[in-house]
């Protein structure tokens, strides 16, 4: 059964790589979740984390292509549980008065965010978290009107 | 230190690389590359077309076991490669391919030939090089032929910009360290997966080896003889693995899959242990795959850990280099008792031979097979892709490795006669035949031009049925006759032969099919071009249709014996029967 996998990747930090790596996922049919890429304590080293949908055999079909990339030096399958994620969250929202401004920081609040920016009709929303929590941000800020969203998709360590 | 331009240090490398001999074409950015070719003892054979050149490096490769090199410009001559550099990654080739690219200050503006040429080739090649400045050159050749040739071999491009090659730098030849390669340059043996193979090996009662290509990578073939004639193993080949081992051995079942005989397909299909050595489970292989040796528990033996489990899933999965790999399992594997099991192959080896129905035309399964008698079995043969191929891969005995040069996974007509070429500059002493189609001859034709320059005493045999062969019969299989473009025009190739001052034979009687090979066979000085008028509408039997399971094959030999009228075919000879059977 597809599930959603993460992948973290140590890659040579050289131009082409993300194009390599980005190619041979969609070449062999994977479906890319979200991506992220930048440089790790070695500046010559980038690590990316990928999450696909796959179900077992294909992640680690997954995994073996990725290795193949000689740019590629290292690949781990992050587990549930044995790895911190984030991700960043950018969201505006309609706010018609300052009462609901107020109540939106509120609601933002509740989730660890804060309010990046106000104006007369909207407020934006900034909040970090692991993908579950913004995905519950997200289902209460919704029934306010959001009218744009952005998300970095995830970074993860392990613990 | 002195300096040197970024060309001569591209030759200094490729000398230090063993490299004697390039295949290319010159153009505008890279004639500062040409120039110092020019001024090197390095051979340059200027071809027709520079798919003739990546083909030629390709079936060089394949035959010496050395790295073949082609050139091209950028732009077209850049894309023309594109398919034999394809070619090269689906079958495992180590080639290193070398294109021009305009001046760095000028990509991405479309500049006049200019193609993003390491874009269009990422798929389909094992790594690449964008050169930038000519103190990067070293390092990029260095590096592209130790992965071309290590590992899982395959084709390397290095993007020259020409300002990198005419510029200079100090020339060093450096060190090779690449951090995301070493562990696939020469993976570390699980010395206890190789030794739970062995057992199951010990254990098994109706075991098959299942040997690709990668035993001729490796050059693991007597370690597979050993294998086989110690446990007394049956051994059958993927199409790229014919040579591996040699037809002539009692224990060879010959080719499976698609187009493979019946009885080993059966033997495949009855089997409890499948132990693939150096092969991909190709779905020309495997049909379908949930049925492809059912019964069978499965040992896969490969250097590369993503061929594992990618169509089929396996018990015994070893990650090793082929060679290594075998040592360790000879020195632990014990035996198996398979007296039982080589009566019951000999059995069906008897009721399933392969065969075919006598015609009034030449059929090309009966010229293969004079080809075959004429050369012992000992000569390098391409072909190009279609019934030709797969008759050549049924009908000629092969018993030497490194001795069939043919496209297996990408399937690229026109393959045959630049591989050929390739095949006679890598090993200048063999006879080197090309087995083709009109259809695919006609694909890369122009290279008779190439081996007539250097009077290449290549032979091409072409069964010409002015049909796409292969396509018809799936026509006529699937199809209801519907022969949606795949007449051909004639063609009279004994005249387009001498136009390019080889010899033209043709040849309509099989009365002349053995005189024209002998004299083929004497002719040393030039190419030679026979242009069989065969059958126009011969099948290729035994087949199991795409997607259907081993033991539902059409064109079985029951259903062809019905209609009488069979001739013989060389793999029931009685001797090789009795030798089985003895066990």
């Known amino acids: 059964m597809a599930e959603k996998h993460t992948i973290s990747c140590l890659v040579e930090n050289h131009f082409g790589v993300l194009a390599r790596v980005a190619g041979l996922i969609s070449a062999r049919g994977f479906n890319i979740d979200s991506l992220t890429v930048s440089t790790t304590e070695d500046p010559t080293v980038s690590r990316m984390t990928i999450v696909v949908d796959a179900d077992a055999q294909k992640l680690e079909q997954v995994k073996s292509q990725l290795g193949r990339l000689i740019d590629v030096i290292d690949v781990q399958e992050l587990r549930e549980q044995q790895f911190i994620d984030r991700e960043l969250l950018l969201a505006r929202v309609s706010s018609a008065n300052g009462a609901m401004a107020a109540k939106l920081e509120a609601l933002a609040k509740r989730f660890g965010a804060r309010l990046a920016d106000k104006t007369d009709r909207s407020v934006v929303i900034e909040a970090a978290g692991d993908t579950k929590t913004l995905d519950q941000l997200v289902e209460q800020l919704r029934p306010h009107g959001i009218t744009k969203l952005v998300r970095t998709g995830r970074v993860a360590l392990e613990k | ?583």
């Not at chain 2, 970024?6 to 390039?22: D, M, S, T, W, Y």
């Not at chain 2, 050395?66 to 850049?78: I, M, R």
């Not at chain 2, 850990?305 to 090793?320: A, E, H, M, Q, R």
Request: a neutral charge.
């Open chain 2, 1 to 583: 230190m002195a300096k040197l331009k970024g060309a001569q240090i591209l030759i200094e490398c490729l000398k230090r690389e063993g490299v004697n001999l390039v295949f290319g074409i010159p153009g505008g950015v890279n004639l500062p590359t040409f120039d110092a070719l020019y001024k090197s003892d390095i051979q340059v054979i200027l071809t027709v077309h520079e798919q003739g050149a990546a083909h030629m490096a390709d079936g060089y490769a394949r035959a010496s076991g050395k790295v073949g090199v082609c050139l091209a410009t950028s732009g077209p001559g850049a894309t023309n490669l594109v398919t034999g550099i394809a070619n090269a990654f689906m079958d495992s080739i180590p080639i290193v391919a070398i294109t021009g690219q305009v001046r760095t200050s000028v990509i991405g503006n479309d500049a006049f030939q200019e193609v993003d040429t390491i874009g269009i080739t990422r798929p389909i090649t094992k790594h690449s090089y964008l050169v930038k400045r000519p103190e990067e050159i070293a390092r990029a050749v260095r590096e592209a032929f130790h992965i071309a040739r290590t590992g899982r071999p395959g084709p390397v491009l290095i993007d020259l910009p020409v300002d990198s090659t005419v510029g200079e730098a100090e020339f060093e030849y450096p060190e090779i360290n690449i951090r995301g390669y070493k562990l696939q340059a020469r993976p570390k043996v699980d010395p206890e997966a190789v030794r739970r193979a062995a057992e199951a090996i010990g254990k098994a009662k109706r075991p098959v080896i299942y040997a690709g290509a990668g035993v001729l990578h490796a050059g693991a073939w007597a370690e597979l003889a050993e294998l086989a004639h110690t446990t007394r193993i049956p051994v059958t080949t993927s199409l790229l693995g014919l040579g591996g081992f040699p037809e002539t051995d009692p224990l060879s079942l010959g080719m499976l899959g698609m187009h493979g005989f019946e009885y080993t397909n059966y033997a495949v299909a009855q089997c409890d242990l499948l132990i693939g050595i150096g092969a991909r489970f190709d779905d020309r292989v495997t049909g379908k795959p949930d049925e492809f040796a059912k019964q069978a528990k499965k040992i896969h033996v490969d250097v590369d850990p993503s061929s594992i489990n990618k169509t089929v899933l396996v018990d015994y999965p070893i990650v090793g280099d082929v060679k290594e790999v075998l040592q360790q399992l000879n020195r632990l594997v014990k035996a198996p008792d398979t007296s039982e099991w080589l009566k019951t192959i000999a059995e069906m080896r008897r009721k399933y031979p392969l065969m075919y129905k006598e015609k009034t035309k030449i059929l090309p399964q009966y010229i293969i097979q004079q080809i075959s008698e004429a050369t012992q079995g000992n000569a390098i043969i391409a072909t190009g892709v279609g019934q030709h191929q797969m008759w050549t891969a049924q009908f000629y005995q092969f018993n030497a490795p490194r001795s069939l040069i043919t496209s297996g996974g990408l399937g690229t007509m026109g393959f045959g006669l630049p591989a050929a070429i390739g095949a006679q500059f890598g090993r200048p002493d063999a006879v080197v035949w090309d087995i083709d189609g009109d259809g695919s001859f006609q694909m890369t034709a122009q290279e008779l031009a190439t081996a007539a320059q250097h009077k290449l005493p290549v032979k091409i045999a072409i069964m010409n049925n002015s049909f796409h062969g292969m396509v018809r019969q799936w026509q006529d299989l699937f199809y209801e006759g519907r022969y949606a473009s795949t007449r051909l025009n004639p063609v009279d190739f004994m005249r387009l032969a001498e136009a390019n001052h080889c010899v033209g034979i043709r040849v309509e009687q099989k009365a002349d099919v053995r005189p024209a090979i002998d004299r083929a066979m004497q002719i040393t000085d030039r190419p030679t071009v026979i242009d069989f008028m065969v059958e126009q509408k011969e099948d290729c039997w035994p087949m199991i249709a795409p997607g259907k399971p081993h033991n539902e094959m059409l064109g079985t030999y029951e259903t062809l014996k019905k209609d009488g009228g069979l001739a013989q075919h060389r793999h029931v000879a009685p001797d090789e029967e009795s030798k089985l059977s003895l066990g």
